[in-house]
T-cell receptor
Framework: KNQVEQSPQSLIILEGKNCTLQCNYTVSPFSNLRWYKQDTGRGPVSLTI?????NTKSNGRYTATLDADTKQSSLHITASQLSDSASYICVVIASGGSYIPTFGRGTSLIVHP | NAGVTQTPKFQVLKTGQSMTLQCAQDMNHEYMSWYRQDPGMGLRLIHYSVGAGITDQGEVPNGYNVSRSTTEDFPLRLLSAAPSQTSVYFC?????????????????FGPGTRLLVL
């Protein structure tokens, strides 16, 4: 069964600090991996999309890495801001056949001033 | 562009009632989908459509119907609401036209509809 596991479940950091969120997956065959940011009460917003051949992709202060061999991804947030407080969701999409993405449960990040 | 819009924002139903959640996008996207999000769980795909006139089931389709008569609209119908359908529903769209093309396309989500079934 395809699964996406995210850790930690929740994280509290001080404003200005860096943090790294983890995503492990068992989805196969792999097509692409996405990170979304979801603010409370809103729909998810795409941060990065990574395909098999990509190891690193940045979007401002967000940097995602992908190790397709170990089936792991991370999202690194640099110099956190209060507006980074949100849930971060990892999604993995399999290739071929019907399109049914596998979503992780998300990491809840709280940035304190 | 308004992006992806959903109505209503909130809805309370009694068990057995039916209703339609509306979703519209103005980006001329071929691919549209419906998800539900429950506490402590990841989003789960209900139904999706790769273009007008074409729909398919996702991971949790039971109790829901969809149709796609136009590119812009993708309504989700609850036939006979049950308390287990209490959830937040998100509609999403993207420009890909098939499962293979989805690889590089950003998916845009609507603001969600919060549904409570009593």
């Amino acid at each position: 069964k395809n699964q996406v596991e995210q850790s930690p479940q929740s994280l509290i950091i001080l404003e200005g600090k860096n943090c790294t969120l983890q995503c492990n997956y068992t989805v196969s065959p792999f097509s692409n991996l996405r990170w979304y940011k979801q603010d409370t009460g809103r729909g998810p917003v795409s941060l990065t999309i990574m395909t098999f051949s990509e190891n690193t992709k940045s979007n401002g202060r967000y940097t995602a890495t992908l190790d397709a061999d170990t089936k792991q991804s991370s999202l690194h947030i640099t110099a956190s801001q209060l507006s980074d407080s949100a849930s971060y969701i990892c999604v993995v999409i399999a290739s071929g056949g019907s399109y049914i993405p596998t979503f992780g449960r998300g990491t809840s990040l709280i940035v304190h001033p | 562009n308004a992006g992806v819009t959903q109505t209503p924002k909130f809805q309370v139903l009694k068990t057995g009632q039916s209703m339609t959640l509306q979703c519209a996008q103005d980006m001329n996207h071929e691919y549209m989908s419906w998800y539900r999000q429950d506490p402590g769980m990841g989003l789960r795909l209900i139904h999706y459509s790769v273009g007008a006139g074409i729909t398919d089931q996702g991971e949790v389709p039971n109790g829901y119907n969809v149709s796609r008569s136009t590119t812009e609209d993708f309504p989700l119908r609850l036939l006979s609401a049950a308390p287990s359908q209490t959830s937040v529903y998100f509609c999403a769209s993207s420009g890909e036209t098939g499962a293979v093309a989805i690889a590089g396309e950003t998916q845009y989500f609507g603001p969600g509809t919060r549904l409570l079934v009593l």
